[in-house]
């Protein structure tokens, strides 16, 4: 079994615009190999997969899946091509030592009775080629685009064992759940109430990023934080945005992630003294837009927003001149293809504009957490604490 994924193609690639980001052709040369080749192509977004097939090369079969829509070029007719529905978290598994693409190994195991014997995986990948020898070696080799701390090990939470955290329902909502993270043990509590972080994790937004939540809980906050991380609510199986909006909504939802935010902090806020003018969102790639959305509601609890690597359409916020007092602090490279660096500077241009504190801070690398990500959050969550939009404590 042969399978290569991407995050997405190459922007600017020909292809279909879903969820605000680009789709684009992904190229897969298929040669001469050992043994029939099995294929399976997996992309988070929307990508038209184009298959070349070198002289005697031996394709038994091609599944294709993605979290949206995928397409596929003709391929020989003799060659059966399996379309699996999109929506599945582990379509995002171009990471070899992720949750998703350990779940995407079991099902392509559960479907065809055999192991996964290369693997070939890029954030934002336009080429590949299949050869049976490249990519044999990617269960040994760490991942570049995986945040620090997240190599495979027997206990995943090994590192952050001494944070607690424990799973709770926002207003008694079964839909509404998060984690709250905290407060560190022997830790004083604040006079004036403990800071909140609410993390919206970026992908599927689904629990399965609580170990790099709790990382930056332990790695990036000071003491008197405490930190929630809402847990992303799938309405509809091929829903295709992770974090919906008042302005940007999926069919069946019961709330928005505005009101979802909300109910955490209240919830948060009964369980703990939350000081209201320290309250920020850290959000990244996926969830980006609900942050935006969320601080833009007329009336908001959060103050100041970190907001990674994300794309920015006005056309599904809220009226930006309410963005005037808020603080933002845009953390994007210019190096990234999947969520273009020109979105963050006219996000930077547009929120100024109107009236917000915005740094737009840069970082080397393409889309996701790279080089020393801990301390770039805490210098962000540093910003933010020395900008925050000024409100009083209820």
Sequence with gaps: MHVVGVYSSKVGAAGERLAGIEGGVVEVEVQPTEKPVVLALTSWFSVAWKIKLADKARVKAIIVGGGYQQEIDKVPGDVPVVMLPPGRRSYGGYQSNSPEFRSLSESLRDMTRLPVTTFQGKVDGASFVVDGVRGRDFAKKPDAHAPPGN????????????????????????????????PRKGARPPAEGYRLLVILPGGDGSADFHPFVKRIYKNALFDRYLAAQPIAVRWTTDQEIVWPTKTNPVAEMKFSTEEFVDAVIKD????????RTRVFTLSWSSSGPAAYATSLQAKHAVTGSFIAMSVFNPKFLPPLKQAKGHAYYLYHSPGDRVCPYFMAKKASKSLADNGAKVRLETYEGQHGWSGDVYNHIRQGIGWLEDNHEKVNPP
């Design 151 to 182: 190599e495979p090990q027997e206990d995943p939470l090994a590192d952050v064992a001494d944070i607690s955290s424990q799973e709770l329902q926002a207003a008694g909502d079964a839909d509404k759940r998060y984690f709250l993270i905290g």
């Design 268 to 275: 948060v806020a009964k369980k703990h003294k939350v000081d």
